[in-house]
């Protein structure tokens, strides 16, 4: 029974593997891709990965306050067509410092994020490959 459980994890860590390897190379075939990686920031990005997380992290997590301060921004620009032109300009004062001590708080967030994720990362692709060392040429995951 023990002998069983290592060859279905082999085999789902294969299926995984590949799915995997198609759905890098359907992203990498991407025309948009394509053309954004032979932009100049492109291969900025390319060059230093961890600024390009730093700026997913970055992304992925400002969407909402942005959300809510387009919200905010709709909002007061609907009262201000029933007069209250003051309050409006108020508020979008109010919230755009907030936004931005918002977002200046998430950019220290998302780099502490993304090198927890980079060191994380380092430290399980260590302890897998000390687990599973990687086996002599021609018997591995890829052999085919």
């Not at 390009?52 to 992290?57: D, P, R, S």
């Not at 306050?65 to 979008?92: D, H």
Request: charged share 10%; hydrophobic share 55%; aromatic share 10%.
């Amino acid at each position: 029974m023990a002998k069983e459980e290592p060859l279905s994890t082999s085999k789902d860590l294969k299926e995984l593997q590949k799915k995997l390897s198609l759905l890098v190379e359907s992203i990498q075939n991407n025309l948009k891709v394509i053309a954004f990686m032979k932009s100049p920031v492109g291969q900025y990005l390319d060059r230093h990965p961890f600024m390009a997380l730093t700026v997913l992290v970055f992304v992925a997590m400002s969407a909402i306050p942005v959300g809510f301060f387009l919200l905010i921004v709709v909002l007061t620009a609907l009262a201000a067509f029933v007069g209250v032109i003051l309050l409006e300009g108020l508020v979008i004062s109010v919230g755009g410092l907030s936004l931005l001590c918002v977002l200046c708080g998430l950019s220290f967030v998302s780099l502490a994020m993304s090198g927890t994720i980079i060191v994380s990362y380092v430290m399980v692709s260590s302890l897998f490959n000390y687990w599973f060392p990687p086996s002599p040429r021609g018997t591995g995951l890829l052999s085919k």
